[in-house]
């Protein structure tokens, strides 16, 4: 199986505030997708990087996959408390069956 | 339709029956997926479908949970003979390929066996 391992298991930040996740993975990623479940909630899809070295970027939240294709960040700037939620690093696995997820990552934005 | 439809959205069932997820996928989606999240967890696959085929079934806790998916299109999640350890959130979600396309969820049937 492929892990995906996020840090920080939690975060609690000030409004306005940046702050990082990360996920890396024990191989090499063939695709690197970025959800966000608000509690409760369903999953909503964020981004998708497939490239090494890939940066996409929506609204605040930017992600990008390292050169290796084994590591992801998932960057908010100036958060605000709509971004609260758990965020979820998934993959495809290499053989192209499975779907797996990170260890997620709830985030608390303080107004 | 336009999104990923599962039901019920909840179901609360006594120890002992049989329960039956339903998923209808978004219109034209080869792929189809099962998860299962516990609170406080990210989603943990159980199986998979290509079209009616199913690909991988690994993650099935054990052989009281079944999954069909006959046409290609809408799947059932079957578990048999409920044990109160079954009690989560079902989650299914469905993508236009099995690769390097992004998995797009339904809002989940909440189970709860009592």
């Known amino acids: 199986s492929q892990e995906l391992e996020q840090s920080p298991q939690s975060l609690i930040v000030q409004e306005g505030k940046n702050l990082t996740i990360n996920c890396t993975s024990s191989k090499t990623l063939y695709g690197l997708y970025w959800y966000k479940q608000k509690y409760g909630e369903g999953l909503i899809f964020l981004m998708m990087?497939?490239?090494?070295?890939e940066e996409k970027s929506h609204e605040k939240i930017t992600a990008k996959l390292d050169e290796k294709k084994q590591q992801s960040s998932l960057h908010i700037t100036a958060s605000q408390p709509s971004h609260a939620g758990i965020y979820l690093c998934?993959?495809?696995?290499?053989?192209?069956?499975?779907?797996?997820f990170g260890t997620g990552t709830s985030l608390t934005v303080i107004p | 339709g336009a999104g990923v439809s599962q039901s019920p959205r909840y179901k609360v069932t006594k120890r002992g029956q049989d329960v039956a997820l339903r998923c209808d996928p978004i219109s034209g989606h080869v792929s189809l997926y099962w998860y299962r999240q516990a609170l406080g967890q990210g989603p943990e696959f159980l199986t998979y479908f290509n079209y009616e085929a199913q690909q991988d079934k690994s993650g099935l806790p054990n052989d009281r949970f079944s999954a069909e998916r006959p046409e290609g299109s809408i799947s059932t999640l079957t578990i048999q003979r409920t044990e109160q350890r079954d009690s989560a959130m079902y989650r299914c979600?469905?993508?236009?390929?099995?690769?390097?396309?992004?998995?797009?969820f339904g809002n989940g049937t909440r189970l709860t066996v009592t």
């Open positions: 990087l497939q490239k090494g070295g």
């Open positions: 998934g993959a495809d696995s290499n053989a192209g069956n499975q779907f797996y």
């Open positions: 979600a469905s993508s236009f390929s099995n690769y390097n396309s992004p998995l797009h």
